[in-house]
């Protein structure tokens, strides 16, 4: 079974914080996307990394593929309200998977507070 | 451009009943997901189509769960028989195309139709 631990569940934090979030797995995944889901959507693409070693930045969040293709990170700086949200990462074309489907971690729950 | 839709958005069934959720893709992607997402927990994978053909089911959790794309546009996840335990958010996505080669499948989601078993 492939598995994807996003780390920390939950996070709260004051507005202009720093924090970061983590997703790891066992598996090696081609392709390794984030996504962002407010309460009664559905999830909305942030980036995806594809190159091991890979650093994306889009605005204030920075996303890193780790070298082995097996984890992520994301780094969000001066957090704002605007940032709540459950944060999911979803691994794709991972090997010996399907090669269609995302495996998704359970995400993290962050909330901003002014 | 429109993005995926679902209906209905929302669903309440009595225990027993059959339940249909329809999807309607991007206009001209190839590639259609239906996800299931528990209450606080991640989407989990149910099936997918490429086209009209249904090339992985191994998440469908029983025979009671059964997903069609005749046309190769427009899905849907029909649910018989329901039970409490399906209680959930039924997600769609889709994308352009799906390479093995490439390992890149960028999926555009919809915003859920969110069923509750009574």
């Known amino acids: 079974t492939q598995l994807l631990e996003q780390s920390p569940q939950f996070l709260s934090i004051q507005e202009g914080e720093n924090l970061t979030v983590y997703c790891n797995s066992s598996?090696?995944?081609?392709?390794l996307q984030w996504y962002r889901q407010e309460p009664g959507e559905g999830p909305v693409l942030l980036v995806t990394?594809?190159?091991?070693?890979e650093v994306k930045k889009l605005k204030r969040l920075t996303f890193q593929f780790g070298d082995a293709r097996k984890d992520s990170s994301l780094h969000i700086t001066a957090a704002q309200p605007g940032d709540t949200g459950l944060y999911l990462c979803a691994g794709g074309g991972s090997d010996g998977g399907s090669q269609g489907n995302l495996i998704f971690g359970k995400g993290t729950k962050l909330s901003v507070k002014p | 451009g429109a993005g995926v839709s679902q209906s209905p958005r929302y669903k309440v069934a009595k225990r027993g009943q059959d339940v249909a959720l329809r999807c309607d893709p991007i206009s001209g992607h190839v590639s259609l997901f239906w996800y299931q997402q528990a209450l606080g927990q991640g989407p989990e994978f149910l099936t997918y189509?490429?086209?009209?053909?249904?090339?992985?089911k191994s998440g469908l959790p029983s025979d009671r769960f059964f997903a069609e794309r005749p046309e190769g546009s427009v899905s849907t996840l029909k649910i018989q028989r329901t039970q409490q335990e399906d209680s959930a958010v039924y997600l769609c996505a889709s994308s352009l195309f799906v390479s093995r080669l490439a390992g890149y499948n960028e999926q555009f989601f919809g915003p859920g139709t969110r069923l509750t078993v009574l």
């Open positions: 189509f490429q086209n009209e053909a249904q090339l992985d």
């Open positions: 990394v594809v190159t091991g070693g």
């Open positions: 598996s090696v995944f081609s392709s």
